[in-house]
Each structure stands twice: as structure tokens, then as C-alpha cells.
């Protein structure tokens, strides 16, 4: 079974500044993908970025970015240069590379100040 | 990206009747959906696994008689709540994947509210 879990039920940042959402994970799976997903206000579900297990880089999109490690299992997402329109929950989700299937954590609330 | 259109967006309905939520993939093939519900302030929970043209896998809780799913073409799957109580109030979520479009992404619907009164 897959278990993922973020402690951070909630937290804010300043406009501009860098904020580091943690997230760990228990898993199974020799091979899986690991997503942080965005929702806001309108809770729509958004992808934000997405590491694929086997890749030892860390993936970034723009702003976003990741500091996986592995052994640890641990996958945090870093937003740089925070911005109003980021303020939302932010999940972070596993999947095995065999199963479509995500298992969510818990959800952590962001609020960025302006 | 691929696009998950989820209709209704908002229904009320009264007790004892019954409601059926609709999941399409507009631009990609829907090998797999996903059905998921989210109470207020908490995660998503997954409630059942729907591949095209076979029974729906449902979670362990999860009443398949009461939550009837429906995934008879590539780009359309049916959430149908049926003899809705009020605590079936919640928000209702698909997903939907395909192995031939980005393999490892969901993309989501807008999500249904239900209100059962």
C-alpha cells in the first residue's frame, strides 16, 4: 500500500519570497511517479510538476521545484518568487508506474501575503 | 493540455432521489477514469476505478450500489448516486488518464458539488 503524508497542514508566505511545502511518501513500488497538484479557490485540480522515480534530477517548472530524494523518500516542492495567484492547497500524490491510480496526501493550505 | 469536462458543476437534489454526474474527455481517449470525492477542507479520496467497457473496481467503503459507474465509450464515464441522502453531500471529482497521451499525467474535471436536501 501507498501512504503519503504532508505535515504542513497550513502556511503562508510573504509576496516574493520562497516557500518549501514538505512531503514524504511509503511505498511498494520498485518504479512510481511522484506529482504536486494545485488547487485553488475554484478547486479545480491543476498540475504543478511531476518527478518520475527512476531520474536522480530534480525537476523544475519555472517557479517550481523539487528536492526528491529517494532514500529518504521525500519529495518537497519549492516555490520561488511566491505570488498571490499561487495561494491554494497544494497535494502531493503518488502513482506506480504499473497503476493510473494517485494517493493523495493530506493537502497542505497556502496563503501568500501581500 | 488534455481537457476533462465534468457536468453538472452544481446540483441540488432532494432526498431519495437519484443523480448522475458526467466525466468526458474532449481531445484524448479515456483508457482509464477515475472517480473521486473530497469532503470540505480534506483530500481526495478515491472511490472507484473505471476502465473502458468493464465493471468499475471500487475502494474498500465504497457501496457500488449506491455509487453506479458507467464507462461504456472511450470518452465518456457516468458517477450515478443513486436514493441520495444527505450525507452523500460532498464533491465529486474525475480523472481521466490514457496510456497514449502522457502517459503518467491525470487530468482532471471541474469537479460536481451535490447537495442532497
Known amino acids: 500500500a501507498q501512504t503519503v503524508t504532508q505535515s504542513q497542514p497550513e502556511m503562508s508566505v510573504q509576496e516574493a519570497e520562497t516557500v518549501t511545502l514538505s512531503c514524504t511518501y511509503d511505498t511498494s513500488e520498485s518504479n512510481y511517479y511522484l506529482f504536486w497538484y494545485k488547487q485553488p479557490p475554484s478547486r479545480q485540480m491543476i498540475l504543478v510538476i511531476r518527478?518520475?522515480?527512476?531520474?536522480?534530477q530534480n525537476a523544475t517548472e519555472n517557479r517550481f521545484s523539487v528536492n526528491f530524494q529517494k532514500a529518504a523518500k521525500s519529495f518537497s516542492l519549492k516555490i520561488s518568487d511566491s505570488q498571490l495567484g499561487d495561494t491554494a492547497m497544494y497535494f502531493c500524490?503518488?502513482?506506480?508506474?504499473?497503476?493510473?491510480?494517485?494517493?493523495f496526501g493530506k493537502g497542505t493550505k497556502l496563503s501568500v501575503i501581500p | 493540455g488534455a481537457v476533462v469536462s465534468q457536468h453538472p458543476s452544481r446540483v441540488i437534489c432532494k432526498s431519495g432521489t437519484s443523480v448522475k454526474i458526467e466525466c468526458r474527455s474532449l481531445?484524448?481517449?479515456?483508457?482509464?477514469m477515475f472517480w473521486y470525492r473530497q469532503f470540505p477542507k480534506q483530500s481526495l479520496m478515491l472511490m472507484a476505478t473505471s476502465n473502458e467497457g468493464s465493471k468499475a473496481t471500487y475502494e474498500q467503503g465504497v457501496e457500488k450500489d449506491k455509487f453506479l459507474i458507467n464507462h461504456a465509450s472511450l470518452t465518456l464515464s457516468t458517477l450515478t448516486v443513486t436514493s441520495a441522502h444527505p450525507e452523500d453531500s460532498s464533491f465529486y471529482i474525475c480523472?481521466?488518464?490514457?496510456?497514449?497521451?502522457?502517459?503518467?499525467?491525470?487530468?482532471f474535471g471541474q469537479g460536481t458539488r451535490l447537495t442532497v436536501v
Open positions: 500524490a503518488h502513482s506506480g508506474a504499473g497503476s493510473y491510480q494517485l494517493t
Open positions: 481531445d484524448f481517449q479515456a483508457t482509464t
Open positions: 518527478q518520475e522515480a527512476y531520474k536522480q
Open positions: 480523472s481521466a488518464r490514457s496510456r497514449v497521451l502522457v502517459d503518467t499525467e491525470a487530468f
